[in-house]
């Protein structure tokens, strides 16, 4: 079965700081990764996604992540942060292989201080 | 186009009660998937629909039920309610192939609260 790993549970920033959180996984098999935002008061939205191909990732909003095969991670990250960057943000992983079944971590709450 | 929508927004049960959600998906979309979000924690997998028929579940008790209507439409039903099932429920649609722009939508949850 599948697992994820969110190493940090709080961030806090100042805006223009760079922004890097990590994302583990744990499966033998081919996988698809996605980051997802929680915006205050929003519904989940998909930030990137990762199925094949090139392993860096761009997303929405200046967001990109790196797959790391050798690793098992997928590491979120961005340039330079702004205030509206705020939200909780999840990693998830899927099995190639099976249906659509998101297993989701335990996310990490971003504050960025203008 | 209407994205994912849910109902009701808030739900207050007492124990031992019995609960039904509501998810209408994106325009489209043949595929529905409920997920628990309790607090402080990342979504949980608790089921998918597909052609009205539950096609994967997660590690949850036959407490959690559900099911798909011929318009793709959704309802969660969950018995016996525990303090334990205070939660975000949130509905997410998608298409059912796994291509590479296969993406699950999600709507804005039902917040279950049991007294």
């Known amino acids: 079965a599948q697992s994820v790993s969110q190493h940090n549970h709080h961030v806090i920033l100042s805006e223009a700081a760079s922004l890097e959180l990590g994302c583990n996984y744990s499966?033998?098999?081919?996988?698809?990764l996605f980051w997802y935002v929680q915006y205050p008061g929003q519904h989940l939205q998909l930030l990137l996604k990762?199925?094949?191909?090139?392993?860096l990732v761009k997303g929405i909003k200046g967001f990109e992540a790196e797959f790391i095969k050798s690793k098992f991670s997928f590491n979120l990250r961005k340039p330079s942060v702004q205030w509206s960057d705020t939200a909780e943000y999840f990693c998830a992983v899927r099995a190639y292989t099976g249906f659509q079944k998101l297993v989701f971590g335990t996310g990490t709450r971003l504050l960025v201080s203008p | 186009d209407a994205g994912v929508t849910q109902s009701p927004t808030h739900l207050i049960k007492t124990r031992g009660q019995q609960v039904t959600l509501r998810c209408s998906p994106k325009?489209?979309?043949?595929?529905v998937s409920w997920y628990q979000q309790a607090l402080g924690q990342g979504p949980q997998f608790i089921f998918q629909y597909y052609e009205e028929e539950e096609r994967q579940r997660g590690n949850f008790p036959d407490r959690f039920s559900g099911h798909q209507f011929p318009n793709y439409s959704s309802e969660l039903n969950v018995n016996a309610l525990l303090l334990g099932d205070s939660a975000l429920y949130l509905c997410?649609?998608?298409?059912?192939?796994?291509?590479?722009?296969?993406?699950?939508?999600f709507g804005p949850g039902t917040r279950l609260t049991v007294l």
């Open positions: 499966y033998g098999g081919t996988v698809n």
């Open positions: 997410a649609s998608s298409l059912s192939d796994r291509g590479p722009h296969n993406e699950q939508f």
């Open positions: 990762y199925f094949s191909g090139d392993p």
């Open positions: 325009s489209g979309h043949d595929t």
